[in-house]
């Protein structure tokens, strides 16, 4: 990116930029290759403004499940002179992402197609990640069943050390990829890998909360100088633990009790690259919120981490940080876990 587009996206006015942004990802979703010309048309900007971490609207579409906006968007890419994204990245991206939606897409078709075109079924070589595991982190049998057809390696391990069917057990016993890699054979205990020897990491909840409570209260200034007229039905927060972040959102709609649909996700990112480290089995040392200590697995530290992000927001909530902010009434405040049963909404306090 030139410096002459770095200063245009950084002088876009904010909203409609998000708002732009939106319009794109729905048409991008939806395979609406009319819309999303329409948008760049209206606003050439979002070409260079992608969402989610991604280096290309390309991998948006792949996660999509829609395989013209994904060849529109490779072919802008090079006649732009921009870095060409991977087979490898592209399959990754197609295992899905949790704010994109693929229901209007084929994901199955798409995947076997990026793999014809020379994508490695078990991804870049040495990543902490498979495609397999996204796959079965997203609950996506279609595309597990893709991975075991082609001959996906069923017994590399997370970054945890988890297997893929461990993964499956733990976020849906018995559900649709469980049976899928049980059927095919695959091992519980996955392959163990050469490791050099680890120092145990300790993650001490205390400063994790007052991490917390920093970035949320970042979010609250900010939110408040930009929109604070706007009344909120919700204050939520998002969790990913085994990636180690939390997503303030802020919602001025109907909330659906889902962070990730709100009219302002990802308003404010904070990242806890210890939490990652923390699922190395048998290197973690917890300190939790009361200075009791624990060591030598990672049996209880995503409830650890829960308790303590409800305690922190019934702590702000009771402190008044949330008083500057317009709430509507029965505004929400909470916390979504993904990776955590059902994907639960947590309400502080009843509406």
């Not at 390309?58 to 890419?77: C, H, I, P, S």
């Not at 982190?137 to 597990?144: H, I, M, T």
């Not at 970054?159 to 461990?166: C, F, T, V």
């Not at 702590?315 to 955590?340: D, H, N, P, W, Y």
Request: charged share 20%.
């Amino acid at each position: 990116m030139n410096a002459k587009v770095t200063a245009q996206l950084e002088a876009w006015d904010r909203n409609l930029r998000y708002q732009t942004m939106q319009q794109m990802l729905a048409s991008v979703v939806a395979g609406d290759l009319a819309e999303t010309q329409r948008v760049l048309d209206a606003q050439p900007l979002i070409e260079w403004f992608v969402p989610f971490g991604a280096q290309s609207w390309a991998e948006v579409a792949a996660a999509a499940g829609q395989a013209g906006q994904m060849r529109f968007w490779l072919a802008r890419d090079a006649a732009a002179a921009r870095p060409a994204v991977s087979n490898d990245d592209l399959f990754l991206w197609s295992m899905g992402h949790e704010c994109v939606s693929p229901a209007a897409g084929d994901a199955t078709a798409l995947a076997e197609s990026v793999l014809d075109q020379g994508a490695s079924i078990d991804g870049k070589p040495k990543a902490a990640s498979t495609p397999l595991h996204h796959a079965v982190f997203r609950d996506r049998p279609d595309l597990v069943a893709l991975l075991i057809r082609r001959g996906a390696d069923l017994s590399q391990p997370y970054e945890n050390g988890e297997s893929a069917l461990q993964i499956a057990r733990r976020l849906a016993p018995g559900g649709a990829c469980a049976k899928l890699l049980e059927q095919a054979g695959a091992p519980l205990q996955a392959r163990s890998m050469p490791k050099p020897s680890l120092r145990p990491q300790t993650v001490d909840l205390r400063k994790s909360a007052e991490k917390v409570n920093a970035g949320i209260s970042k979010a609250v200034r900010r939110f408040a100088r930009r929109h604070g007229k706007e009344a909120l039905t919700a204050i939520a927060l998002a969790c990913t633990p085994h990636e180690g972040y939390v997503m303030v959102s802020f919602d001025t709609g109907k909330f659906e009790g889902s962070p990730w649909d709100a009219t302002y996700p990802e308003f404010q990112w904070i990242k806890f690259p210890d939490w990652v480290r923390a699922h190395e089995p048998d290197t973690m040392n917890l300190i939790d919120l009361d200075g009791r200590s624990s060591s030598g697995g990672t049996d209880g530290f995503e409830e650890a981490f829960m308790a303590m992000l409800l305690q922190v927001l019934k702590g702000m909530e009771a402190e008044g940080a949330f008083a500057s902010l317009a709430q509507a009434a029965g505004c929400r405040i909470g916390v979504e876990m993904t990776g955590m049963g059902e994907g639960k909404f947590w309400v502080l306090r009843a509406e």
